[in-house]
């Protein structure tokens, strides 16, 4: 049984930082392409951040590129959103999700491209 969990949301003041944290069992993990997602009150779930098995395959959309840094540990089955110079627009529940990958350099920005979720973390950013 597949499990994603997400950890390291909270308060923080705009332009502070916070490092999200997602621990995955019950898959191949070095087979495992990861993304971030997130979704705020009354808005569609959004594209954050993704990576391929590799490090250096990754994606970001423009609202977050050059502040937000993803990045995975394949020995801890772990992969990581660094969030740095937050603005309160970067206020959402923030997701982490996962799929099986056949190609190392090939990362996923798109919902339907993942077949595993994790249960979400409150990020809330004050101004």
């Known amino acids: 049984q597949v499990q994603l969990v997400e950890s390291g949301g909270g308060l923080v003041q705009a332009g502070g930082s916070l490092r999200l944290s997602c621990v995955v069992s019950?898959?191949?993990?070095?087979?495992?392409?990861m993304g971030w997602f997130r979704q705020a009150p009354g808005k569609e779930r959004e594209f954050v951040a993704a990576?391929?098995?590799?490090?250096?395959?990754?994606d970001y959309p423009d609202s977050v590129k050059g502040r937000f840094t993803i990045s995975r540990d394949n020995a801890k089955n772990a992969a990581y959103l660094q969030m740095n110079s937050l603005k309160p627009e970067d206020t959402a529940v923030y997701y982490c999700?996962?799929?099986?990958?056949?190609?190392?350099?090939?990362?996923?920005?798109?919902?339907?491209?993942?077949?595993?979720w994790g249960q979400g973390t409150q990020v809330t950013v004050s101004s």
């Open positions: 990576i391929g098995w590799r490090d250096s395959s990754t």
């Open positions: 999700a996962g799929t099986f990958s056949a190609f190392s350099g090939r990362h996923y920005i798109r919902l339907d491209d993942y077949d595993d």
């Open positions: 019950g898959r191949t993990f070095s087979r495992y392409a």
